[in-house]
C-alpha cells in the first residue's frame, strides 16, 4: 500500500513530496517519488498524530494527503491505545465490551474498597474513634436535644448497671450514658463512636427499667462492633483515608465527626442491625440480666411509637421516621430474631 504526502525534514516547515510504502508491518518512506528508489528507507514510528501525521525518528514527520490507513495507525499505539481505539468504533459487540468492562471494574473496585476499609477499622486508633464520637456528639447536642426531665436517681441507677454491663462483656473502657430530651427524633437511643451512648427522654418514658437496659446493650454493641465507624468511613470516602496516610489529625478528626451526623440520617445497615441485635443478647446474659427483655422492648417501642402516629401496622413498619425502629431490618424481623412474639 502507497501513501502519498509531503514529507519534513528536522525542525523545518518546508515540505516535500513524497510516499510511504506499508508492507507486512513495515514502513518505508520514498522522498523521491519520481526517482529509482535508491533514497528509500525503512522508517520507525515514534507517533501518530491525527488521522494524517506521522512522526518518526529524530523529528522528522510525514503528513498524509488522505486518512492513513488503520493498521498503519495502530503501528504506533500501545495495546491499550489501540483497544481504547477499538472500542471508540461504535457497534454492538463492542458496546456489549464495553459494558462488561465498566461492570467488571466496578465490582472490583467495590471489593477492593470493602477489603480497605475493613482494614482501615481494624488499624484505626482507639482514641481517635473517641474523639471523634465526643466531637460528633458536641456538634449534634444543639440541634437535636434539649436538657433530660429524667430524674438524676434514675439516671444514675442506669448509668451504674451499663457500665456493669460493660465490664461483664469486657468493653473497655465503658462509654459514657448521657440523656437528652430529644428536639424531633422521638423515642431514640444513639452510640456515637467510640461512645457516648444518647438515650432520649421519649425512649426512658416508654419503656421499663429492664427494656432500657436492653436498648444500652444494643447500643454498647455497636460500639464495641465498631459500627457506627464503619458507616463514617463510608460516608467520608476517599478524601479522608487520604488524610489518615498523609497525617492532618485534627482534619480527619473533624470530617469524620461531621460524618456521624450523616450516617444517623442514612441509617445503619441490616447486617449491622442483626449483629447488634445478637450481641446484645449476649450481654444482657453476660451481666445477669433476661435476654428476652430485647424483644420486648422492641415490641413495647413498636406500639408504643405507632399509636403516637395513629398509623396501621403496614404504614408504621414502612415509614422512615427517626426513631430506634426505623433502621432495617423491619421491626417484625429484629422482634423474632431477638426471641419474640409478633401479633
Same mark, same amino acid.
Given at each position: 500500500?502507497r501513501?502519498?504526502g =509531503?514529507y519534513?525534514?528536522?525542525?523545518s516547515?518546508?515540505? #516535500?513530496?513524497?510516499?510511504?510504502?506499508f508492507?507486512?508491518?513495515k514502513?518505508w518512506l520514498?522522498?523521491d517519488p +519520481?526517482?529509482?528508489?535508491?533514497?528509500t528507507?525503512?522508517?520507525t514510528? &515514534?507517533?501518530?498524530q491525527?488521522?494524517?501525521?506521522i512522526y518518526f525518528?529524530?523529528?522528522?514527520y510525514f503528513h498524509?494527503?488522505d486518512d492513513l490507513p488503520?493498521?498503519?495507525?495502530r503501528?504506533?499505539?500501545?495495546r491499550l491505545?489501540?483497544a481504547?481505539s477499538?472500542? $471508540?468504533?461504535f457497534?454492538?459487540?463492542?458496546?456489549l465490551?464495553?459494558?462488561?468492562?465498566?461492570?467488571t471494574?466496578l465490582?472490583g473496585?467495590r471489593?477492593?474498597?470493602?477489603?480497605?476499609?475493613?482494614?482501615?477499622?481494624?488499624?484505626?486508633p482507639?482514641?481517635?474513634? $473517641?474523639?471523634i464520637?465526643?466531637?460528633?456528639f458536641?456538634?449534634?447536642e444543639?440541634?437535636?436535644?434539649?436538657h433530660?426531665?429524667?430524674?438524676?436517681?434514675?439516671?444514675?441507677?442506669?448509668?451504674?448497671? +451499663?457500665?456493669?454491663m460493660a465490664?461483664a462483656?469486657g468493653?473497655k473502657?465503658?462509654?459514657d450514658?448521657?440523656?437528652?430530651k430529644?428536639?424531633?427524633m422521638?423515642?431514640?437511643?444513639l *452510640?456515637?463512636p467510640?461512645g457516648?451512648?444518647?438515650l &432520649?427522654?421519649?425512649l426512658?418514658?416508654?419503656?421499663?427499667? #429492664?427494656e432500657?437496659l436492653?436498648?444500652?446493650a444494643h447500643?454498647l454493641?455497636?460500639?464495641e462492633?465498631?459500627?457506627s465507624?464503619?458507616q463514617?468511613?463510608?460516608? *467520608? +470516602?476517599?478524601s479522608t483515608?487520604?488524610?489518615?496516610?498523609?497525617g %492532618?489529625?485534627?482534619i480527619i478528626?473533624e470530617n469524620?465527626? %461531621?460524618? @456521624?451526623i $450523616? $450516617?444517623?440520617?442514612l +441509617?445503619n445497615?441490616?447486617?449491622?442491625?442483626?449483629?447488634?441485635?445478637q450481641?446484645a443478647?449476649e450481654i444482657?446474659e453476660?451481666s445477669g440480666?433476661?435476654?428476652?427483655?430485647? %424483644?420486648?422492648a422492641l415490641? !413495647?417501642?413498636y =406500639? @408504643?411509637?405507632?399509636?403516637? #402516629?395513629?398509623?396501621s401496622? =403496614?404504614a408504621c413498619e414502612?415509614?422512615?421516621?427517626?426513631?430506634?425502629?426505623? !433502621?432495617h431490618p423491619?421491626f417484625?424481623?429484629r422482634?423474632i430474631?431477638?426471641g419474640? =412474639?409478633?401479633d
Amino acid at each position: 500500500m502507497r501513501i502519498t504526502g =509531503e514529507y519534513f525534514e528536522p525542525r523545518s516547515s518546508r515540505g #516535500q513530496p513524497a510516499e510511504l510504502e506499508f508492507s507486512s508491518g513495515k514502513l518505508w518512506l520514498d522522498p523521491d517519488p +519520481g526517482g529509482d528508489g535508491s533514497k528509500t528507507v525503512q522508517v520507525t514510528i &515514534t507517533k501518530v498524530q491525527g488521522r494524517n501525521d506521522i512522526y518518526f525518528t529524530s523529528g522528522r514527520y510525514f503528513h498524509a494527503h488522505d486518512d492513513l490507513p488503520a493498521g498503519l495507525r495502530r503501528m504506533a499505539q500501545s495495546r491499550l491505545e489501540n483497544a481504547i481505539s477499538w472500542l $471508540t468504533v461504535f457497534s454492538p459487540m463492542r458496546m456489549l465490551v464495553l459494558f462488561l468492562i465498566i461492570v467488571t471494574t466496578l465490582a472490583g473496585f467495590r471489593l477492593a474498597f470493602a477489603s480497605f476499609t475493613e482494614l482501615t477499622i481494624a488499624t484505626f486508633p482507639r482514641d481517635w474513634e $473517641t474523639e471523634i464520637g465526643s466531637t460528633a456528639f458536641e456538634r449534634f447536642e444543639p440541634l437535636a436535644f434539649r436538657h433530660s426531665q429524667i430524674s438524676r436517681s434514675y439516671k444514675d441507677s442506669l448509668i451504674d448497671e +451499663g457500665a456493669k454491663m460493660a465490664e461483664a462483656a469486657g468493653i473497655k473502657p465503658a462509654p459514657d450514658i448521657l440523656f437528652r430530651k430529644a428536639k424531633f427524633m422521638g423515642a431514640n437511643a444513639l *452510640a456515637f463512636p467510640g461512645g457516648p451512648v444518647v438515650l &432520649t427522654d421519649q425512649l426512658i418514658f416508654a419503656l421499663t427499667r #429492664q427494656e432500657v437496659l436492653a436498648v444500652i446493650a444494643h447500643e454498647l454493641a455497636h460500639i464495641e462492633l465498631r459500627h457506627s465507624l464503619h458507616q463514617v468511613i463510608k460516608v *467520608a +470516602g476517599v478524601s479522608t483515608l487520604a488524610l489518615i496516610v498523609f497525617g %492532618a489529625e485534627d482534619i480527619i478528626i473533624e470530617n469524620l465527626a %461531621a460524618g @456521624v451526623i $450523616t $450516617t444517623w440520617y442514612l +441509617g445503619n445497615s441490616r447486617d449491622f442491625e442483626r449483629e447488634a441485635d445478637q450481641r446484645a443478647i449476649e450481654i444482657l446474659e453476660a451481666s445477669g440480666h433476661d435476654p428476652a427483655t430485647l %424483644a420486648k422492648a422492641l415490641k !413495647t417501642l413498636y =406500639e @408504643v411509637i405507632c399509636d403516637q #402516629q395513629q398509623l396501621s401496622t =403496614e404504614a408504621c413498619e414502612a415509614q422512615g421516621s427517626h426513631h430506634w425502629l426505623s !433502621t432495617h431490618p423491619g421491626f417484625r424481623e429484629r422482634i423474632i430474631a431477638a426471641g419474640g =412474639e409478633v401479633d
